[in-house]
């Protein structure tokens, strides 16, 4: 066993909106890195999520979806930065959701169809019967003859040791990229307000969040606690107002279950200050939000 050469490479995991990537990718890497949400597009930027073990390391890149309306320019970018990255990478698992194969999915079955380092993974197996998988495994078969078809559930983390297992088969040779505690490309910064993001998704229903941006102002890791402030942007005073809540009531439930994923995450104690401001002169803030740069940490 010792004498197995180590694996390292990145897969990438593509497919529509909503198929589970997000969900799939902190599934396998086991923390909650990549928001996931029953909104399209709640993915805006690239994020790796890095799984080490002492046989490989495998560095999953989880994208915003591929889905075939360009028409808005956040879209067209999106498409880009989601297939301009598929060359780079050392295997492709295209994930498919059982309830809504179509033609957006034959899209990004074009986009891989003359690749052999391809996987298909078929998800949300929990939500069907076996007698409904068959066929489905069936068509695909014959869509793409060449490919492993591996079903399984990213939330119900079912048949993911055999998709683990899959893909490491297919990673090449090579020294780790990565020091071995590390999970993500992003500093914790970044993930914060992604976290933050996620909750602020989950509680207000209406068109608002897409509007709405998250900037950590400060993280600093104390010895007995992490203490975090973090502002969320919003465009209209009215909308400041939905956030809040009545008598703060949204804000602290946002506050509290995103300080409780963020505890999980950094195993540590965890005050998070939330603040809601209205954007007023955005290019201020855009020359602020690049002073902090995401970049440090
Ligand atoms: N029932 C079920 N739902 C899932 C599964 N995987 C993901 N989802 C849900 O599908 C929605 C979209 O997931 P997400 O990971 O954000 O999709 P992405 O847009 O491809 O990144 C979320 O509500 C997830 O909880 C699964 O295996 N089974
Ligand atoms: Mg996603």
Request: include cysteine.
């Amino acid at each position: 066993m010792d004498n197995l050469p180590f694996l390292c490479g990145y897969v990438a995991l593509i497919g529509k909106p909503n198929t589970g990537k997000s969900t799939l990718m902190n599934a396998l890497v086991g923390e909650k890195l990549s928001i996931t949400a029953k909104r399209p597009q709640t993915t805006r930027h690239q994020i790796l999520g890095i799984k080490t073990t002492t046989e490989y390391q495998c560095i999953f890149v989880d994208t915003p979806g591929i889905h075939q309306s360009q028409k808005k320019a956040i879209n067209r970018y999106m498409n880009r930065a989601a297939t301009s990255m598929l060359t780079d990478v050392d295997l492709i698992c295209v994930l498919l959701d059982v309830r809504s194969f179509n033609g957006d999915d034959e899209l990004v079955l074009k986009k891989v169809e003359n690749m052999d380092n391809v996987l298909l993974v078929l998800n949300k197996i929990d939500q069907i019967n076996k007698q409904q998988l068959l066929p489905l495994m069936q068509r695909l078969a014959i869509l793409m003859p060449n490919l492993e078809i591996i079903p399984v559930s990213a939330l119900k983390e079912e048949n993911l040791d055999r998709l683990m297992s899959q893909i490491q088969q297919r990673l090449p040779e090579g020294i780790p990229h990565f020091p071995d505690d590390q999970l993500t490309d992003k500093p914790m910064r970044f993930i914060v307000a992604e976290i933050v993001r996620e909750k602020l998704f989950r509680v207000l229903t209406q068109e608002l969040p897409y509007s709405i941006t998250v900037n950590v102002e400060n993280y600093k890791t104390e010895s007995d606690l992490v203490r975090i402030s973090a502002s969320i942007w919003v465009e209209r005073k009215s909308q400041k107002g939905i956030i809040i809540g009545k008598g703060g009531s949204l804000l602290k439930k946002i506050g509290s279950e995103a300080r409780a994923d963020i505890e999980r995450l950094v195993d540590q104690k965890v005050y998070l200050q939330l603040w809601v401001k209205v954007r007023e002169d955005w290019s201020d803030d855009e020359r602020s939000l690049a002073a902090f740069g995401y970049s440090n940490d």
